[in-house]
DNA sequence: CTGAGATTTCAGCAATGACTGAAATTACAG
DNA sequence: CTGTAATTTCAGTCATTGCTGAAATCTCAG
């Protein structure tokens, strides 16, 4: 692996790092070399780069577009497969985060769902299946959340974020905005959200 | 395996989460197990319930004990150990987020902080560090936003969820705000008065 | 203290997951 | 079409992780 030594740390620490992201240590690699490269990158560079089998990558890559962190692309005149990690760092997230809870998530959702159809035979049952609707609605609240989040544009998220727990404040003054909202005729627009 | 059907429904199905959480089968059982049931277990009862060998069981408390998922605690005139799940499930969330930022995220952003310090010797790596401060910035706007809300009660932190992208209505009006409480400034988000 | 019950540790086996090289398939220039 | 370069698939091997039973350690009643 012939590296600049900040990329090779870089890429050594995404393999690492892998399997407590759900991926093995050549996916990681693969996606730390493609979102720091100023250029796409065919697999012959990569396996060149990483010093794994050529096959490794093949299946690293289609790992990758499984979770839509990187894209094929063909350059002119040449006719192998090109590969990019898409440089939205904001869409990166996004992505993430749809994934993520495609495979972490809806699976459990799904399960609750169908449990909480059943009516429960015993006390046990009855307490087991009343923690199953607090989880459930738990994770009903988080997505529906993640959902409303997810569409916002970058600049938007990045305000949000910004912000932290300055929504907290903002929430208690929420109330008196809307007794002032209510009074004014200002604007007709958006005012009170709930 | 003698638990009621729904009972076991949910922990099978935690057992196979398990490894897309990262945590093995046993660990993601265990924990179904004593955040369904409606009293403490010991791990006698744990090994008989999910038909694993009791040092599995052991190790499998360790862990989620090392996530504070489980609590040890002890019965008046009973020697074993009994454990139980905190119920509080935004306590639980809380939990889950800080113990997975640990060790998901932490280390890359100690790793990213370590390599930005280093000066890049071609254009290459000036290319490769500039991803890498994209990647620093957002992980701490994102690790800031998650310590600023980890803090919340869980009132307020269910209302900002149930707020979903309202936040963003918020945030338009937030200016006009500004200009009502324009005597103070209450936190260092930058006020843009577009 | 002592010893029986309770828990933890750990070496070895089992299961799962990752990686490779070879063969099969695909894509396309001539 | 044909032949060659590029990519994918896959069976076998290697590596990692998980699980078990036995032994060691801990804990506390008597």
Redesign the pocket.
């Known amino acids: 692996m012939t590296l600049p030594p900040i990329v090779q740390a870089f890429v050594l620490h995404f393999g690492e790092m892998g399997?407590r992201w759900g991926?093995?240590?050549?996916?990681g690699q693969i996606y730390a070399l493609l979102f720091l490269s100023d250029r796409p990158l065919?697999?012959?560079e990569i396996t060149e780069a990483l010093?794994?089998?050529?096959?490794?990558v093949?299946?690293?890559?289609?790992e990758l577009e499984a979770w839509r962190l990187v894209r094929k692309r063909?350059l002119p005149g040449?006719?192998?497969?090109y590969l990019e990690a898409p440089d939205d760092i904001w869409q990166i997230l996004r992505t993430l985060a749809e994934e993520r809870r495609k495979r972490e998530i809806d699976p459990t959702l799904s399960l609750l769902r169908d449990i909480l159809m059943e009516t429960p035979a015993s006390a046990e049952e009855r307490h087991a299946q009343a923690k199953m609707r607090q989880m459930h609605d738990l994770i009903e609240l988080l997505t529906g959340w993640a959902d409303d989040v997810q569409r916002l544009d970058n600049d938007s998220l990045a305000q949000l974020l910004a912000l932290g727990a300055g929504v907290s404040k903002l929430l208690e003054v929420k109330s008196k905005i809307a007794v002032f909202a209510s009074g004014k005729r200002r604007n007709s627009t958006q005012e009170d959200a709930s």
Chains 1, 2 share one sequence.
């Open positions: 399997g991926v093995n240590r050549t996916v065919n697999a012959e010093g794994v089998s050529r096959s490794n093949s299946m690293g890559i289609k063909h040449d006719r192998r497969e």
